[in-house]
C-alpha cells in the first residue's frame, strides 16, 4: 500500500481525536478563509466547495463558516494568512511535501525544519520534490462494501480516471475538474464511501523498513499536528506487516 494510502488510514483514525483538540476545525477554518479569497460565492469557486463541504463533514456551525467565509473576503477583519508549500526528504529518500497556511512565515519554516531533522528528513529547495505529486480526486471504499464491477461502471461512466484496487481499499481516482460531479454521480446511486478528497497522489513510491519506517511515521504525525500545516503527502511505501506493528 502507497505512502498516501496509509497515511490517509491512519488519519482517519487519528480524526475524531483531532476533532476533540480542535485542530480540524482551526485548519478547516483557515482553508474556507484563504477559499474564499478567490470569491465568496461556491457556486462559481471550486475551491470554497469544496472547503465548505468539508466544513459540514465536520458537523462545524453555519456561523462559523459564514464568518471564515467573510473573513477571506474582507467583510470582517482577521489575520492574514500565507498559503506556502514546504518540499523535503523524509528518511530512505522518500519525497515529502507539506501545504502550510500561515500568519508568520518565519516562525513555521523553522518549525517545519526542526521537525524534518528531528526525524531524519531534511527541508530541501522549492520543486525539489513537487513534480511527484499530481492533485486528483480520490474517493475511497472499504474493500468488500460496494461491488467493484457497479462501482467501477459508476465511476467511469461519470467521468472518473480510473478505479484502482489496494490492499484494504477501493479507490475511484478523478481529475480535479470531474471529482464532484464523480462524487456527485456515486451519491446518488447511494453508495457509501468511506473517504473523499482532493489530494495529492505520487507518480512512484519508495519501499522504507525498520527504523526508517518508524522515523517516517513520526516525522508525518509531527508534520500534520503543527498548527500551520493543512496537509502532508509523502510516497513513501511501508509494509502492511511493519505498519500494523508500528501502529
Given at each position: 500500500m502507497?505512502?498516501?494510502?496509509?497515511?490517509?488510514?491512519i488519519?482517519?483514525?487519528?480524526?475524531?481525536?483531532d476533532?476533540?483538540?480542535?485542530k480540524?476545525f482551526?485548519k478547516?477554518?483557515?482553508?474556507l478563509?484563504?477559499?474564499?479569497?478567490?470569491?465568496g460565492?461556491?457556486?462559481?469557486?471550486?475551491?470554497?466547495?469544496?472547503a465548505i463541504a468539508?466544513?459540514k463533514n465536520q458537523?462545524m456551525?453555519?456561523?462559523?463558516?459564514?464568518?471564515a467565509?467573510?473573513?477571506g473576503t474582507g467583510e470582517l477583519?482577521?489575520?492574514?494568512?500565507?498559503?506556502?508549500?514546504?518540499?523535503?526528504y523524509?528518511?530512505?529518500?522518500?519525497?515529502?511535501?507539506v501545504q502550510v497556511l500561515?500568519?508568520?512565515?518565519?516562525?513555521?519554516v523553522?518549525?517545519?525544519?526542526?521537525i524534518?531533522?528531528?526525524?531524519?528528513?531534511?527541508?530541501g529547495?522549492?520543486?525539489?520534490?513537487?513534480?511527484i505529486?499530481?492533485k486528483?480526486?480520490?474517493?475511497?471504499?472499504?474493500k468488500g462494501?460496494v461491488?467493484e464491477?457497479?462501482l467501477?461502471?459508476?465511476?467511469?461512466?461519470?467521468?472518473?480516471?480510473?478505479v484502482k484496487?489496494?490492499?484494504s481499499?477501493?479507490?475511484?481516482?478523478?481529475s480535479?475538474d470531474?471529482?464532484e460531479?464523480?462524487?456527485?454521480?456515486i451519491e446518488?446511486?447511494?453508495?457509501?464511501?468511506?473517504?473523499?478528497?482532493?489530494t495529492?497522489?505520487?507518480?512512484?513510491?519508495?519501499r522504507?523498513?525498520?527504523k526508517?519506517?518508524?522515523h517516517?511515521l513520526?516525522?508525518m504525525e509531527n508534520?500534520e499536528?503543527s498548527?500551520d500545516v493543512?496537509n502532508?503527502?509523502?510516497?513513501?511505501?511501508?509494509?502492511?506487516?511493519?505498519?500494523?506493528?508500528l501502529?
Amino acid at each position: 500500500m502507497s505512502g498516501h494510502s496509509k497515511w490517509a488510514n491512519i488519519k482517519h483514525r487519528k480524526a475524531a481525536v483531532d476533532a476533540k483538540r480542535g485542530k480540524i476545525f482551526t485548519k478547516v477554518i483557515r482553508e474556507l478563509t484563504v477559499a474564499a479569497r478567490l470569491g465568496g460565492d461556491p457556486n462559481t469557486n471550486p475551491r470554497l466547495r469544496i472547503a465548505i463541504a468539508a466544513a459540514k463533514n465536520q458537523n462545524m456551525p453555519k456561523d462559523t463558516i459564514d464568518r471564515a467565509i467573510k473573513r477571506g473576503t474582507g467583510e470582517l477583519g482577521g489575520e492574514e494568512f500565507h498559503e506556502i508549500a514546504y518540499e523535503g526528504y523524509g528518511p530512505g529518500g522518500s519525497a515529502v511535501l507539506v501545504q502550510v497556511l500561515t500568519d508568520n512565515k518565519n516562525r513555521t519554516v523553522s518549525e517545519i525544519r526542526r521537525i524534518f531533522t528531528k526525524y531524519g528528513g531534511n527541508l530541501g529547495e522549492s520543486g525539489c520534490v513537487g513534480w511527484i505529486f499530481e492533485k486528483k480526486g480520490r474517493i475511497a471504499f472499504d474493500k468488500g462494501s460496494v461491488d467493484e464491477d457497479r462501482l467501477f461502471e459508476i465511476a467511469l461512466e461519470a467521468g472518473a480516471d480510473d478505479v484502482k484496487t489496494e490492499e484494504s481499499e477501493l479507490v475511484v481516482v478523478t481529475s480535479t475538474d470531474t471529482f464532484e460531479s464523480v462524487k456527485a454521480a456515486i451519491e446518488q446511486t447511494g453508495l457509501k464511501y468511506a473517504s473523499a478528497e482532493v489530494t495529492m497522489i505520487p507518480k512512484n513510491n519508495v519501499r522504507i523498513e525498520g527504523k526508517e519506517a518508524e522515523h517516517m511515521l513520526r516525522l508525518m504525525e509531527n508534520l500534520e499536528d503543527s498548527d500551520d500545516v493543512q496537509n502532508v503527502y509523502s510516497n513513501f511505501d511501508i509494509a502492511e506487516e511493519l505498519m500494523q506493528a508500528l501502529g
